[in-house]
């Protein structure tokens, strides 16, 4: 791998998707050049592992971040559930990347592109997210 290879590398890197009464986490985070992978469900299955994409892969999924306008979204997106539904999932996701950056969080509330945001994210990492949000 070249140093070249190393502008496409993400300064930061913290994604957490969590659904509590399913006992689901998913959990990414960028350190010592891969990612590192925690997932676990209800149903016992625990992955953790380290990813390492390729130089094409980042580039992609830097294209993808820029298409659906990730370094717009708000910080916040949140719906307050009282009587009239269930508390649903929390996520964050925090990414630094070059000149960009963006700090934002939710819960049982998304972007209008979080479903293409996990998509990528699925691409980058090989694996499925288990994301309950209905449309």
């Not at 969590?18 to 925690?38: A, M, P």
């Not at 469900?41 to 992955?47: E, F, G, L, T």
């Not at 659906?68 to 990414?95: A, P, R």
């Not at 979080?114 to 990492?125: D, G, H, S």
Request: net charge negative; charged share 30%.
């Amino acid at each position: 791998m070249g140093l070249n290879d190393e502008r496409f590398y993400p300064d930061a890197i913290m994604v957490s998707y969590e659904v509590k009464d399913r006992g689901y986490l998913f959990n990414l985070r960028w350190g010592d050049n891969h990612l590192s992978l925690k997932q676990f469900s209800n149903n016992n299955s625990v992955i953790q592992k380290f990813i390492t994409p390729t130089v094409d892969e980042w580039e992609e999924f830097w294209h993808r971040m820029d298409e659906i306008e990730i370094w717009g979204w708000y910080e916040l997106y949140e719906v307050k559930c009282m009587d009239s539904c269930v508390e649903g999932d929390e996520w964050e996701v925090n990414i630094e990347f070059g000149h960009e950056q963006i700090e934002s969080h939710g819960s049982n509330s998304y972007p209008p592109t979080f479903r293409e945001f996990i998509k990528a994210v699925e691409e980058l990492t090989g694996l499925l997210i288990e994301f309950i949000h209905e449309d």
